[in-house]
């Protein structure tokens, strides 16, 4: 009899450890939480003027005239723009500026080109957005042509994962598409 209880519970506790395929729990993110949109007019003293969200601190570029990071720090993000006034040809601008761009084809799935144009602004560019984990996924540039030429990257403070940087991607995409909407060059 004892004998049998013996093995009836060494049966039990052996039978408990065995279970079915052990499904693991996928990796899990942090909520983020974006702030409200609201934006502001930036470059009194600059050749340019466009909107920057209210939530972004702007710091100018040491050794550098009209050069500015777009910093937005809870969402650990930066917008750098590189602005030059136009000397010879500006095809040269626009071929450079997609060197840049295309630096990332390594780590790129895909590469999408979009043309911008306000006329009414008088100002003419480009939106790149590279898919993939790319180092910056959102670029662009603006210029009126003849004069000026705006240079755009979005970059996050964090190694590129583009399954966890897809929502404030999406959400900078939104502030810089109002960054060239908004965006004037001055004479």
């Not at 013996?6 to 942090?30: A, E, F, N, Q, T």
């Not at 590469?111 to 957005?129: A, C, K, M, R």
């Not at 540039?141 to 705006?150: E, G, K, M």
């Not at 990257?153 to 404030?168: C, E, G, K, Q, T």
Request: aromatic share 12%.
């Amino acid at each position: 009899m004892r004998r049998a209880l013996v093995v009836l519970l060494l049966g039990i506790v052996l039978g408990g450890c065995v279970s079915d395929d052990y499904v693991p729990k996928p990796r899990g993110y942090m909520r983020i939480d974006m702030p409200e949109k609201g934006y502001v007019s930036l470059g009194d003293s600059l050749p340019y003027i466009f909107d920057v969200p209210e939530y972004s601190v702007v710091k100018s570029v040491k050794n550098t005239e009209d050069w500015l990071n777009v910093e937005v720090p809870e969402l650990r993000s930066v917008i750098y723009l590189s602005y030059w006034k136009i000397k010879g040809d500006p095809v040269d601008y626009f071929e450079d500026a997609r060197r840049m761009v295309y630096k990332h084809t390594i780590k790129a799935e895909s590469i999408l080109e979009t043309p911008f144009e306000n006329s009414e602004n008088g100002v003419y560019g480009i939106l790149y957005e590279i898919e993939g984990n790319a180092a910056s996924n959102v670029q662009f540039v603006l210029t009126d042509s003849t004069n000026h030429f705006l240079r755009g990257a979005l970059y996050f403070m964090s190694r590129p994962n583009i399954d966890s940087i897809r929502p404030v991607m999406e959400f900078m995409k939104e502030d810089i598409k109002q960054l060239m909407n908004t965006c004037k060059f001055k004479d």
